[in-house]
């Protein structure tokens, strides 16, 4: 199974650093699952949710920016899924050199074959150009996101869809967690 993985609240669970990042500067008020909640949108939806002006924008994104490799830990099982796949890529909206960072310092970047960036200069998600370029290059049979914007590409293409934590979702399957991967996506996907 060759499995195209989204980077940020799929593979690793960033989400706890950025909501911690954008409640700080939305100030007192605003709740950290409110805050969770429209981060799981996007970052952009985020900024117009909370009428963050363009400084404060630059700020949220320096400090992204700023997150150690230490910030960020896998889920746990992810590397057991990443191990049974034949190959897996990933398509981020995230710099190449912090994914690149992330990964080595968790040893898996030897189970990625290949990353699409957001440096990479592919429109962003829900565009389909590096999904295509993807699924060309290494035959994708499932795209697993945590978000609908990571899935759409896919399904506009045909392949199966997986949404993590995110039962809402339109999606071929839903995980809860990595340790179900066999039980739910496995069977139908035939790797079993």
């Not at 117009?48 to 830990?73: C, I, K, T, W």
């Not at 429109?123 to 994708?140: F, G, M, V």
């Not at 066999?182 to 069977?187: L, M, Q």
Request: hydrophobic share 40%; charged share 25%; glycine share 6%.
């Amino acid at each position: 199974m060759n499995i195209l993985w989204d980077f940020d609240g799929t593979l690793f669970n960033t989400y706890p650093a950025y909501t911690a990042i954008f409640k700080k500067a939305v100030g007192e008020g605003i709740s950290e699952e409110e805050v969770f909640s429209k981060l799981k949108v996007s970052f952009d939806h985020a900024f117009r949710s909370f009428g963050m002006n363009e400084e404060q924008e630059r700020e949220v994104r320096a400090q992204v920016r700023n997150l150690s490799p230490e910030d960020f830990l896998p889920f746990p099982g992810v590397m057991e899924v990443l191990q049974k796949a034949n190959k897996n890529v990933i398509m981020t909206h995230k710099e190449r050199v912090d994914v690149e960072n992330v990964l080595k310092l968790h040893n898996l970047e030897s189970l990625i074959s290949e990353i699409v960036a957001g440096d990479d200069g592919y429109p962003r998600k829900p565009h389909t150009a590096s999904y295509e370029y993807l699924h060309r290059n290494h035959q994708i049979d499932l795209a697993i996101g945590d978000r609908e914007l990571d899935v759409i590409p896919a399904r506009q293409l045909g392949i199966k869809t997986c949404l993590f934590q995110n039962p809402n979702g339109e999606a071929d399957f839903h995980l809860e967690n990595y340790g179900d991967f066999d039980e739910v996506v496995g069977k139908y996907m035939g790797i079993l």
